[in-house]
């Protein structure tokens, strides 16, 4: 049976492509450039069932048709995680509506003009970003569920880099429901949407020349090479272990009681502090380096943020989601092991 994944060469869809061959899948994964396939296919065995396509850019209407043209009448299962993760932009338009919106329509009119008889399902990667942005985050009287949605509009979330990235998602998945919806008769393939908090863990191929990480793990990444004066920013939320959202995305696609549905993936709440004071506890090496920053105040950081809740999800998806420490522990000693301290 054949997956297709775009952006395969992302932080979160290396898991779920390394995963996914492993459980015996082929793989049609998209990258942009031809570069990106030289550095990637190393990685593989030469058995491994993976073919890279290029898919230059997502925000051009029609990018993924030439892809389905030619492969289309073998893919079952579509995993859409390309999507723009990052927050150090002003032109919010440009680099985070658009390619989240338009990759979204762009991928299932592909599915609908040549692949429409033979993918039965499709994940769609979102985010809590969708179901919640920073206004409510910080709202510690609201609780977000999984049908919560973020209600920024296209003009009022063009204020921040975080802002419009969350509001992205939320187009984004709108997109695909309403895509659904629209078309119900002429596909045949559902949706399941992932909702993941703030992604954490270990990298799949880690790259030790790559100083700065994708956005969530540089977090993780930015507290590890901090020095001892360094002020890290608060910032606390919702996170989950890179592992268990593979292991979401699959499932996704294999059970049919996740059919419609959207999967609230957060195995609990974080603060920058609580990442400091796992580290500063489980690597005696860096004790000294990092900061300590006010030890004991992580659960008072939490209260301020609004309450998730996600309890249908996680009986749906069957599996104990991997806690803050082991999820922390393994993210730094990878890191780690590249440097001598
Ligand atoms: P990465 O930045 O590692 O991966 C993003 C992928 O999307 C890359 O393959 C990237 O290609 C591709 N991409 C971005 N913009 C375009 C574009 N315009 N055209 C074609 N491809 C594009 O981030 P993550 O792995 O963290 O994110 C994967 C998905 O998970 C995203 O949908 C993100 O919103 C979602 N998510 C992530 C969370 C997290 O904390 N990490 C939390 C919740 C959701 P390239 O590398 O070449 O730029």
């Keep these: 049976e054949t997956v297709f994944v775009s952006g395969c060469n992302g932080f979160v869809a290396t898991r779920i492509t390394v995963d996914l061959l492993k459980a015996g899948y082929k793989v049609i994964g998209s990258v942009r450039s031809q570069d990106e396939i030289d550095q990637f296919i190393p990685h593989f065995k030469p058995t491994d069932a993976l073919t890279l396509v290029i898919v230059e850019d997502i925000s051009v209407l029609g990018s993924f048709d030439e892809v389905f043209k030619q492969y289309g009448k073998e893919i079952k299962y579509v995993l859409h995680t390309a999507s723009p993760f990052i927050i150090d932009t002003t032109e919010y338009v440009k680099d985070l509506l658009i390619p989240a919106v338009n990759g979204t329509q762009a991928i299932l009119e592909a599915i609908k003009k040549y692949a429409a008889d033979s993918v039965e399902r499709v994940v769609i990667t979102s985010s809590f970003a969708a179901q919640a942005g920073p206004k409510q985050w910080y709202d510690n009287s609201l609780t977000i569920t999984e049908e919560s949605w973020n209600p920024s509009t296209w003009d009022d979330c063009q204020v921040d880099g975080?802002?419009?990235?969350?509001?992205?998602?939320?187009?984004?998945?709108?997109?695909?429901?309403?895509?659904?919806?629209?078309?119900e008769s002429q596909v045949k393939f559902k949706i399941t949407t992932i909702n993941p908090g703030f992604v954490y863990g270990p990298q799949t191929f880690f790259?030790?020349?790559?100083?700065?990480?994708?956005?969530?793990?540089?977090?993780?990444?930015?507290i590890v090479h901090s020095k001892k004066e360094t002020d890290i920013n608060e910032i606390f939320g919702p996170f989950v272990d890179v592992r268990d959202i593979s292991k979401g995305h699959i499932l996704a696609f294999q059970k049919k009681e996740?059919?419609?549905?959207?999967?609230?993936?957060?195995?609990?709440?974080?603060?920058?502090?609580?990442?400091?004071?796992?580290?500063?506890?489980?690597?005696?090496?860096l004790k000294g380096k990092i900061p300590v920053g006010k030890p004991g105040t992580d659960a008072t950081l939490i209260a301020k943020h609004c309450t998730v809740i996600n309890d249908e999800t996680k009986k749906l998806l069957g599996f104990e989601f991997i806690d803050l420490k082991q999820c922390i522990d393994d993210t730094v000693k990878q890191i780690l092991e590249y440097e001598t301290i």
């Design 258 to 285: 996740l059919i419609g549905k959207r999967l609230s993936m957060v195995s609990g709440m974080f603060s920058s502090q609580g990442v400091l004071d796992i580290v500063n506890e489980d690597f005696p090496q």
């Design 207 to 222: 790259d030790p020349k790559k100083k700065i990480m994708n956005t969530s793990s540089q977090i993780i990444n930015h």
């Design 162 to 183: 975080m802002t419009a990235y969350c509001a992205s998602k939320v187009f984004a998945e709108k997109e695909a429901w309403k895509f659904l919806k629209d078309n």
